[in-house]
């Protein structure tokens, strides 16, 4: 049975029982109840599923892997983490980050002067915030003044000019200040997409000249005490972790050089981000080549063996890691609204009386007296007779229903073949699987919900969520409902999708995209003015009825809302509108009738919402 790869994703957070997907904790609640759900509530469209309690998942296992690390290894120093807010700074995200760790010393990051005020406004007191990136005066006295609140902030100095401003800023503010990392420009890189933020050429952090210029300046103008981290960031989803290792000794070293040149605070190695997600649906295509443990234990071996060579403290350790801590929780699923190839019905086929083409005639006879045994070499023979008869059509010797007929009869003959090899000959079918693929159409956006696809062809594990005791016998590739021709997944080989052939004018068919809880909420961009799907977090809890509840629900934007957001003037938009239909010749009972469908679809969102004659999708 076609299991999506399930099992190399998910890390048991979804499992499949009973043919649909279930969400592996406390009741066990199948994601398509969950989904039918929220759509009786009238929450239609593509939505987006959040699971606080993976949050915590994550978050446990890295302090767990540590923790396990520092005690195997007898390691004399401590291990902290915070978020990298951005990687996701939702607040149905960052809140419930915030809460469900605090037991655990685990602070925020921030980049950017709003993503610092999320951090001060949220972070729990005692735990660290860092702040990383390029920040002017007003960013590093937004520091000062989160230390003066009592936060244990430290700013990473990207370069030295930021470190004049520092010590510009603490000649004019109170005590406590903020502490002081140094980031290094490491010669070591990391592998895959995102590896640029590493090696001699980065746009961040200090070389060795610039470090010992950052030592002297410090101690000239006494703040060298608060200097207590340094820090470095290889890239993220490393894919292996031999740069990795590299990075750490390389840090390992310039942090026992700089205590041995008289930073006595300086206590903590912070390792940035990069901890991968295994995002592979298939043997062979794995993200990375290390487990969490292994991660872990380099670290703390690593730190610890240089600190015992060089004689020096063993440092805290830090983590910034984003993406393997919010991955997980998120779940997009995409309603599946249409089956290119369901047109191609036996009743779509209009032959003539005694005029078809001879290759027509023949596709015909290839169809009716199709049996498993010639199932391959006929479809064959059809792929090639709809070659000849499309030459025909554009050589203007075959008209219009000839042509017709032809995808009508090359499409039933796919579907009839598959049926017929249902369970023999798969391989067969593998070979050709590129020219028989069914498209997908999918009511979301890749650009809003999967924007790292469309830029970067990051896949994502995706899969039905129910008929998975079904063998699914479509090849299949997807398509949005943007009319860009980017926003499509298409079928690839190396990688195949096979999705169920169901008739979505009859049943209800959805896909859920996995492990878009990291980087793909705030990249998502709104092209063709699709706003983001509507959201809500899974509670669980043991007092309700059904074990767990639909909470923090969070609608799509409403067509008005999003265009007041590109800053229209929407109340001239309706104006003009109005007095277009005004002008119009309708009647007045009329007129008053479209004003008000227009209203209503104004204040509804951009996804689509009527396709099949059933009604609402
Ligand atoms: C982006 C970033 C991170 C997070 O990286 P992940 O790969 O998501 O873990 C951490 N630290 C810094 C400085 C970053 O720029």
């Known amino acids: 049975m076609v299991d999506y790869g399930i099992k190399l994703w998910s890390n048991d957070d979804f499992i499949i029982d009973d043919g649909v997907v279930k969400v592996n904790y406390k009741v066990k609640p199948a994601l398509i109840d969950i989904v039918r759900e929220a759509r009786e509530k009238g929450y239609k469209g593509p939505l987006l599923l959040r699971f606080p309690h993976l949050i915590e998942n994550q978050i446990t296992k890295i302090y767990e892997a540590f923790h396990a690390a520092i005690r195997e290894y007898q390691y004399q120093g401590c291990f902290k983490a915070v978020f990298p ?69 430290t700013l990473t100095i990207e370069g030295l000019n930021e470190l004049k401003t520092i010590i510009e800023i603490a000649s004019e503010m109170a005590e406590p200040y903020p502490n002081i990392g140094l980031r290094i420009r490491l010669h070591s890189v990391g592998t895959g997409i995102w590896a640029k933020s590493g090696g001699i050429t980065s746009k961040f952090g200090l070389t060795s000249t610039e470090l010992l210029e950052a030592m002297k300046i410090l101690e000239h103008s006494k703040l060298l005490h608060k200097f207590t981290m340094i820090h470095f960031h290889i890239g993220s989803q490393i894919s292996d972790i031999s740069p990795l290792k590299k ?65 020096e403290l063993e440092p805290d350790i830090f983590i910034e890691s984003g993406r393997f801590i919010s991955a997980s929780h998120a779940v997009l699923v995409a309603p599946v609204l249409e089956l290119f190839s369901q047109e191609y019905e036996e009743s779509a086929l209009k032959l003539k009386e005694d005029s078809n083409p001879p290759l027509v005639e023949e596709l015909n006879d290839l169809y009716n007296s199709i049996t498993e045994k010639n199932a391959i070499e006929y479809l064959h023979d059809s792929l090639d007779h709809m070659e000849s008869l499309l030459t025909l059509f554009d050589l203007g010797y075959i008209d219009l229903q000839d042509r017709s007929n032809t995808e009508v009869l090359v499409h039933l003959i796919i579907k009839k073949v598959i049926k017929l090899l249902k369970y023999k000959n798969h391989n067969e079918i593998l070979k050709i699987q590129k020219s028989v693929q069914e498209r997908y159409l999918l009511n979301c ?97 043991d007092e309700l009825n059904k074990g767990y509840e639909i909470a923090n629900l969070l609608e799509a934007q409403t067509i008005v809302d999003v265009l007041d957001d590109l800053d229209y003037d929407t109340k001239e938009i309706e104006r003009i509108l109005k007095q277009h239909i005004e002008d119009s010749d309708l009647d007045v009972e009329t007129k008053k009738a479209v004003l008000g469908k227009l209203y209503v679809m104004l204040s509804e969102n951009g996804y689509l919402r009527t396709i099949s004659p059933q009604g609402v999708i």
């Open 445 to 541: 956006s890749f650009f809003q919900s999967l924007p790292d696809y469309w830029g970067l062809e990051q896949n994502f594990p995706v899969m039905p969520l129910d008929r998975l005791n079904r063998r699914p016998t479509r090849a299949a590739s997807l398509w949005d409902i943007t009319c860009d021709s980017d926003g499509e997944i298409s079928f690839n080989p190396q990688m195949p999708l096979f999705l169920h052939d169901v008739d979505v004018s009859k049943e209800e068919y959805f896909l859920g995209f996995f492990l878009v809880g990291a980087y793909q909420e705030v990249l998502g961009m709104r092209h063709n003015l699709f706003t983001h799907p509507t959201e809500f977090s899974i509670i669980f809890d």
């Open 85 to 153: 807010l951005k990687v996701n700074q939702m607040p149905n995200f960052v809140l419930p980050l915030v809460e469900l760790s605090n037991d655990k010393c685990y602070g925020l990051e921030a980049g950017s002067k709003s993503e610092l005020i999320v951090a001060m406004a949220y972070t729990n007191k005692g735990s660290p915030i860092t702040v990383n990136g390029f920040k002017d005066k007003e960013m590093i006295s937004l520091g000062f003044i989160a230390a003066n609140m009592g936060h244990d902030i």
């Open 247 to 311: 990075a750490i000794r390389e840090v390992g070293n310039i942090y026992a050089e700089l205590r041995k040149m008289g930073a006595k605070n300086l206590t903590a190695v912070n390792i940035g981000g990069g901890l991968a997600v295994e995002y592979a649906q298939h043997e062979s295509m794995n993200c990375k080549n290390y487990t969490l443990a292994e991660f872990s234990g380099d670290v703390v071996f690593s730190l610890k063996e240089i600190a015992k060579n060089k004689n």
